[in-house]
Nanobody, 119 residues
Framework: QVQLVESGGGLVQPGGSLRLSCAAS????????MGWYRQAPGKERELVAS???????NYADSVKGRFTISRDNAKNTVYLQMNSLKPEDTAVYYC?????????????WGQGTQVTVSS
């Protein structure tokens, strides 16, 4: 059984910063790509940023230059540093990881963490 647990969300003023963390635990042989998605009320879930096992990154145009994704492979953890936050960044943020458990590689999701950007 594999679990992804997110932390670090909260309420922040426009222009502020937050750092999200997502730790994977359980029967893990290896982790491929990891990523962060977000879903705002009434909108579809969208990719925010992703990172491969080798460290290559990809960002949505809306967050380029403001957000940074990173990972610690020894801790099975992915981070999202969010700077210069805007009200339109308000959403539930979910982490996702492709994990090989020794039987198969499957995509796993965290439970989500709320990020609210408001004055």
């Amino acid at each position: 059984q594999v679990q992804l647990v997110e932390s670090g969300g909260g309420l922040v003023q426009p222009g502020g910063s937050l750092r999200l963390s997502c730790a994977a635990s359980g029967r893990i042989f290896s982790i491929n790509a990891m990523g962060w998605y977000r879903q705002a009320p009434g909108k579809e879930r969208e990719l925010v940023a992703s990172i491969t096992s080798g460290g290559s990154t990809n960002y949505a145009d809306s967050v380029k230059g403001r957000f940074t994704i990173s990972r610690d492979n020894a801790k099975n953890t992915v981070y999202l540093q969010m700077n210069s936050l805007k009200p339109e960044d308000t959403a539930v943020y979910y982490c996702n990881a492709g994990i090989y458990t020794g039987w198969a590689t499957s995509g796993y999701w965290g439970q989500g963490t709320q990020v609210t950007v408001s004055s």
